[in-house]
C-alpha cells in the first residue's frame, strides 16, 4: 500500500520527470538503474533508492527483471508532475483560462447594498451589459485555487471607477467574466467576478454578480462545491 505520509522532495520529482520523459508516463518503460543514474548525474545507489521512495509514495510501479526494470508513472504521479508543470506554467505564462474551485457560503450582506448603489449601478449597466441583482454570491476557495487566483493579476478586467456622492467616497472595482458550472455540470452567464479595492473578504474568498440571484438560479445552498472559470479576452 502507498505511504502517502512519506516525504518526496525535489530530487525525487526529478526522477519522475526523468522517468516520464522515458517513456514512463504513457506506459511501461525499461530502463537500469545505471541508465538513469548517468541521466540524473548521480550514482547508482541513489538512482535505485529515489525510485524506491517514488514506489514506496506511490507515485510508480515497478517490474524488476534479470536485465533492469520496467517502470511506470500511476495516476498519482501523472498528477505530481501535471502540479509541477501549473505552477512553472504560471511562472512563464499569461494564461487565458483559471479555473477556481470553491464551496457556497453566507456573505456579510454588504453586497446587496453597494452594487445597487447608483453610481455602480450605472457603471454595470454600461460595461458589463446588465444590471446586476443587488447582492453578490461567496465561495470559500480552495487552496490551489487560491494561489490559481495570482494569475489573474495577467488578466484584462473590466474596471469600475470609484465615485463618490455627498456624503462619502466609494472605491473602485474590477469585474472578470466568468463561466460558473455546478456539481451536476449545470452552467451559468453571464456572471462576473467582481473585486472591490476596499473589501472585508481575504484572497480565499470570491464574490460573484450576476442578473438573477446566483442561489435561485442554480438552486444552491451553503457548502456546495462550484467551479468558476475565467478567461481573459484580451
Known amino acids: 500500500m502507498p505511504d502517502q505520509s512519506l516525504a518526496v522532495g525535489h530530487d525525487e520529482l526529478a526522477t519522475l520527470r526523468r522517468v516520464a520523459l522515458d517513456g514512463g508516463f504513457a506506459g511501461e518503460t525499461k530502463l537500469s538503474c545505471a541508465g538513469l543514474a548517468a541521466d540524473l548525474s548521480v550514482s547508482t545507489q541513489t538512482a535505485s533508492r529515489r525510485l524506491q521512495t517514488l514506489e514506496t509514495a506511490g507515485l510508480v510501479v515497478r517490474d524488476t527483471v534479470p ?3 520496467w517502470v511506470e508513472l500511476t495516476e498519482a ?3 505530481a508532475l501535471r502540479e ?3 505552477a512553472y506554467r504560471q511562472l512563464f505564462e499569461s494564461p487565458a483560462r483559471v479555473e477556481l474551485h470553491g464551496t457556497v457560503t453566507s456573505g456579510m450582506g454588504e453586497g446587496r447594498h453597494y452594487i445597487s448603489l447608483p453610481g455602480y449601478m ?5 460595461r458589463l451589459g446588465y444590471e446586476p441583482y443587488p447582492g453578490t454570491l461567496n465561495l470559500d ?4 485555487s487560491v494561489r490559481a487566483r495570482a494569475a489573474l493579476a495577467a488578466f484584462s478586467p473590466v474596471s469600475i471607477d470609484g465615485w463618490e456622492d455627498d456624503e462619502r467616497t466609494y472605491g473602485p472595482c474590477v469585474c472578470y467574466p ?5 456539481a451536476d455540470g449545470e452552467t451559468y452567464d453571464p456572471a462576473h467576478l467582481i473585486a472591490p ?4 473578504h481575504d484572497e480565499d474568498q470570491l464574490e460573484l454578480i450576476a442578473p438573477t440571484k446566483l442561489r435561485d438560479a442554480l438552486d444552491l445552498a451553503d457548502e456546495e462545491p462550484l467551479v468558476v472559470t475565467v478567461e481573459d479576452d484580451a
Open 67 to 69: 536485465d533492469g526494470q
Open 122 to 126: 450605472a457603471q454595470f449597466e454600461d
Open 178 to 182: 466568468v463561466v460558473i458550472e455546478t
Open 197 to 200: 479595492e476596499r473589501t472585508h
Open 141 to 144: 476557495l480552495e487552496a490551489e
Open 77 to 79: 504521479g501523472r498528477r
Open 84 to 86: 509541477e508543470y501549473e
